[in-house]
């Protein structure tokens, strides 16, 4: 990608690479990106996107995308068309078709009839509450099943029987015969087969058992011939069920699974569960909605796939679990913004002025740079009129000092146009401005008046008469606290003003932005057409500065 930086520190899973080539471990190198479909991709998937398909790109390999698809009741083809898009658009290409573990059922239920016959697995008909009771716990052993010694043949018989569907949901399931006082709980006869009379959005009602993620995983690596399987660290623990199952079956693959650490964001949450209920309780409109930290979300607010993968490559890959500042990933995006995005004039907040010593039916068309720093992208056309719209914060009656703005009997600069200075005002019934009426020196476009005056100050405007209605949604932080899923009531830590929608005005060359393209609105943000609204609609991607940092 010619927007990424060339070069890039290691990390321990890079130095393991380079010594398993080095050591002739392995000659190429495969890895795999592989979703659950249970949901939408979030900025902790987009790290793990950028590590297994980035180092399949820097040393030359491949990356699959599979789709752990084994709980079918969860899943459904609408997350599978989101998650594909989502790594698209993030600008990574898989190797070959789409793959998803259900290909491999037929497979995974042979290996699993390999287990039994080597007397490694067992049909048991306990309930989950037992079998939960005879798993121990952490300080104590677990206690072996009554079915834990049920012959060879009799296994295969019921197993049979369970592919056949003769057996209810829960009534019983296929367990791994591993070790019940081992140390390491995932263990203790771990479930792998289960029952569930479930619609599969692949399979369609072909199957009624499904095999568990654990068991499911390492086989689907090592059917792949995935070299280096990268998982983050909740899965540390389950590395020796992993190496156990591709032990004990005839598989001549023998991949390993490596540990990094996963993402935590600060104002956020990334727990599936939690996303879930945001959704669902409509806490916010939904997957796709700015404020979520989905790859869909922060497709909507703004984020460039190119801000996302300088993010991912910023935090690097460790093994420590921290929490990373908000403000880190809002500094990529304002890296990127900040040289890419045109700028444009837009009001929150309108109040009219009215240029008494304008010519009424006059439309000057003034150029305005589209970027200030670069000539090469251009100038464009901006109406400029006797009435005009101002934001309503910069005017006041009078002011200290400090105010840089419009004040009575006082001189600003419009943004590219003229000195103006304000002579009087009028107000609504409830002592809001609606009207300033001021003079303008039609000898200060682009320069300074020869009598040597100086502006007061800068504003932005929009005229009246050509300005065009929109929608501007201020998105803000989710929650108001840094690590809301710490919270003993996470949903009592959102933020009750993550959105203000404010019904502005913006100048008539962004009724042509393009649908999710950035724009610096100036002096007050970064923006971006949004891609549902049917109406000319902006979300802000990011202020102008971190004003989170300052409070």
């Known amino acids: 990608m010619s927007d990424e930086i060339a070069v890039r520190p290691s990390n321990f899973i890079r130095q393991i690479i380079d010594k398993d080539l080095q050591q002739g471990v392995h000659e190429t190198i495969q890895t795999r990106f592989p979703p659950e479909p249970n949901g939408y991709l979030h900025i902790g998937h987009a790290k793990s996107i950028c590590l297994n398909f980035g180092i399949a ?3 030359n390999g491949t990356c699959n995308l599979r789709f752990d698809d084994t709980n079918p009741e969860k899943e459904d083809i609408d997350y599978v ?23 491999y059922f037929e497979q995974l239920h042979d290996y699993a009839v390999e287990l039994i016959e080597k007397g490694l697995a067992y049909v048991d008909f306990s309930d989950q509450d037992t079998m939960r009771e005879m798993r121990g716990t952490l300080t104590q052993p677990g206690i072996n099943s009554p079915y834990r010694d049920t012959s060879v043949a009799e296994n295969i018989e019921l197993f049979t029987k369970m592919r056949a569907g003769e057996f209810n949901e ?26 569930r009379f479930a619609h599969h959005h692949q399979t369609g009602d072909q199957w009624c058992i499904y095999p568990m993620y654990d068991f499911t995983h390492c086989i689907s690596d090592a059917i792949e011939n995935i070299s280096h399987s990268l998982c983050t660290l909740e899965f540390q623990d389950n590395r020796r069920l992993y190496d156990w199952v591709i032990d004990n079956i005839s598989i001549a693959s023998q991949p390993r699974q490596y540990e990094f650490s996963r993402l935590n964001l600060e104002y956020t949450v990334l727990s599936k569960r939690k996303l879930i209920d945001l959704v669902t309780d409509h806490h916010v409109s939904g997957w796709d909605d700015p404020r979520m930290p989905t790859v869909a979300g922060l497709r909507r607010r703004g984020y460039t796939p190119a801000s996302i993968r300088e993010f991912c490559a ?15 990933l809002e500094a990529c995006i304002r890296d990127d913004l900040n040289v890419n995005a045109p ?5 929150l907040d309108p109040i009219k002025i ?30 400029f009129t006797r009435e005009l719209y101002i934001e309503a914060e910069d005017f006041r009656e009078s002011a200290n000092k400090k105010f840089k703005r419009l004040v009575i ?14 002579n009087r005002f009028e107000q609504d019934a409830q002592g809001n401005v609606t009207t300033v009426y001021c003079t ?17 100050g800068v504003i932005h405007w929009v005229s009246a008469q050509h300005g065009v209605p929109a929608e501007i949604r201020l998105y803000d932080r989710l929650f108001n606290v840094p690590n809301p899923a710490a919270e003993d009531d996470y949903l009592a830590s959102l933020n009750p003003d993550s959105l203000v929608i404010k019904q502005g005005v913006v100048e008539p060359s962004l009724a042509n932005l393009a649908v999710g393209e950035g724009v610096q609105f100036e002096r007050t943000g970064y923006f971006c057409r949004d891609s549902e609204a049917q109406n000319l609609t902006f979300n802000r991607t990011v202020g102008l500065r971190d004003t989170w940092s300052e409070k």
């Open 314 to 328: 910023r935090i690097g890959v460790t093994k420590m679990d921290n929490l990373v500042e908000m403000s880190m």
């Open 354 to 383: 009215v240029i008494e010593n304008y010519p009424e039916d006059q439309t000057e068309i003034l150029h305005a740079p589209n970027h200030p720093n670069d000539e090469s992208k251009g100038t464009r056309e901006v109406p």
């Open 409 to 422: 009997d006082k001189e600003v600069r419009l943004r590219n146009a003229y000195f103006i200075k304000a």
């Open 343 to 347: 700028r444009a004039m837009a009001v």
């Open 57 to 59: 790109q820097d040393y």
């Open 170 to 195: 829960g009534e019983c399931c296929l367990r791994a015969k591993i070790d019940m006082a081992s140390s390491f709980m995932c263990m203790r006869d771990p479930v792998i087969y289960r029952v």
């Open 440 to 456: 303008y020196d039609p000898d200060t476009l682009g320069k300074d008046p020869a009598d040597g005056r100086k502006a007061k």
């Open 81 to 103: 068309n989101s998650i594909m898009n989502d790594v698209s658009w993030l600008g990574f290409n898989w190797d070959g078709e789409v793959r998803y573990s259900s290909n």
